[in-house]
Structures are given as C-alpha cells and as structure tokens.
C-alpha cells in the first residue's frame, strides 16, 4: 500500500486555438519525439472538433488525449454540449473540469463543477479539476480558504478509489496567460495544502495517489523549478503548449525531475 509511484503529467490546454490538420501536424511531431517515453504522461486538450484527428494521429504510448469541458449529463435536450458519452465513445481519456475561464464566462459553479466531476468519473475519465484563486483574494489572504472550499464542493459525494485517478490543477487566476508565474515556493506551498485537504476528506492512499499539477504561465523556463517541488506532479500549459517544441521541451524537463516515489 501507498508505493505506488506518481508518475509526472504535462497536460496541454490549447483552449480555442488549432484546427485539425494544424492538431494533425503537432501530434506527429510529438510522436516522433515522445516516442520512446514511458515513464511520464502528456495530455493534450484540444477543442472538441480536434479530437478525432489528435486520437488518430497520437501513437507515442505517453500521449492521451483530453477535452476541455462537458456536460454533465449523459445525453438529452442540451443543445449545443457534449458529454462524456461522446467523448469517451471518441477515445477522450481526460477532461478539464472548472477552468477559471469557464467558472468566469459560463459562470461555472463549484455545484455545476461537482456535477462534472462525478459524470466523468462515471464516464470512466479522469477528470482535471482546476482551482485557483483571484489577486485580490490572495491579497486579502483567503487563498487557502477559497480553495479548500472549491475541493469540498467539487469532490462532494466522490468516493476515495475515484480521487486515487484525480488530477487537481492548482491554477492561480492572475498567472493565467499574464506571464506571471507563481514562485515555486508560492506553488509548491499551496499544492502541499491541496494534497493536505485531500489527506483529510479522503485519507491518506488517496492523497498520495491523486496527482497535483501547476498551471499558470509555465513554460520551458520555469518548469524546472516548478517541476522539481515535491507536490507539483506536473503542469496544466495554455499557451506554451502552443507550440509543439516547447511542449516537447517541458516534458523533457519533466523527466529529469523524478516522480513522487510513494515512501511519505
Ligand atoms: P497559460 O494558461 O499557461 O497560458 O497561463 C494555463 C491555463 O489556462 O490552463
């Protein structure tokens, strides 16, 4: 029990950017590159158009392919959404789940968050939670309250097994797409309280398993110390993941940095 290894995960957010040839042309350079890679993940989050190109064309073992939202039901009357029916039916391994742009332009709640959640559990997909607080928040000092809150909210009737598979990205509102990363110390704090709060609503095995990742500004610079944090399981990358070198280059750096070998 609990040696099992957290293997790191560099997980792309293209948010609204690449057609499909252009997804087409990025995962064939990935696979050429990744190819022999077997010891870390790389999830890619294309638009929903772009998934059936991206599960074609990605053939390196370490690549999986991820959507960037869902509805919460199975099917029915949503005109215009998409669940996780469709999305695994695609080949759609991982989703994100209540990214700050959505909770702010769709007004996501941490209910309708919930919701998600549970339906990509049930779905059988892992779902990648983000949580993250505003600049005046972290000014007022309630960064640590506001995030407990959100994890309660969003894993509220989850169960501990479901958690294990779970990746929370810490995602702080004011390093998104600013250029402003979070200090390695700043992150690492707060996702060692993430974990904390995981210890403590699910237990221990769960907390040691569910895999923490930093997402904000991360680049091909600042992954390294970002990386080498002893809770930072990876990164959540929006716009350097634009650019299929430099997502190459994160996950290089990722395997320099060791996984969390399951003894604390
Ligand atoms: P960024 O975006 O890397 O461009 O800051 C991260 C995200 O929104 O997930």
Redesign the pocket.
């Known amino acids: 029990m609990g040696t099992r290894k957290r293997r790191k995960l560099i997980a792309g957010?293209w948010?609204m950017n690449k057609t499909p040839s252009q997804t087409k042309v990025f995962i064939e350079e990935l696979n050429s590159e990744l190819e022999g890679v077997h010891d870390r993940d790389a999830v890619i989050c294309v638009p929903f158009v772009d998934i059936p190109a991206a599960v074609r064309t990605a053939k390196a073992r370490c690549i999986a392919v991820g959507a960037q939202n869902m509805h919460h039901e199975a099917s029915g009357a949503y005109t215009g959404e998409i669940s996780s029916l469709m999305l695994q039916d695609l080949g759609v391994k991982y989703v994100?789940v209540g990214?700050?742009?959505r909770r702010r332009d769709f007004n996501e709640t941490d209910i309708l968050v919930n919701r998600k959640l549970r339906a990509a559990f049930s779905g059988n997909m892992i779902p990648i939670l983000?949580v993250g607080e505003s600049m005046e928040q972290r000014e007022r000092g309630v960064t640590e309250e506001l995030i407990s809150l959100q994890i309660k909210e969003a894993l509220s009737g989850v169960e501990a097994r479901h958690v294990r598979k779970l990746v929370i990205?810490y995602?702080p509102v004011w390093?998104?797409?600013?250029?402003m990363t979070a200090t390695a110390a700043d992150a690492q704090e707060v996702c060692s309280y993430i974990r904390a709060q995981l210890r403590r609503l699910f237990g221990a095995a769960a907390a040691r398993s569910a895999r923490i990742l930093y997402?904000?500004?991360?680049?091909s610079k600042n992954a390294k110390d970002l990386l080498a944090c002893p809770d930072i399981d990876g990164?959540?990358?929006?716009?350097?993941?634009l650019s299929a070198e430099e997502f190459i280059l994160i996950m290089e750096e990722a395997g320099r940095t060791p996984g969390y070998d399951g003894k604390s």
């Open positions: 957010n948010k994100i990214h700050s742009e983000c990205a995602e390093a998104i797409g600013t250029g997402g904000g500004s991360m680049n990164g959540l990358i929006g716009g350097a993941s």
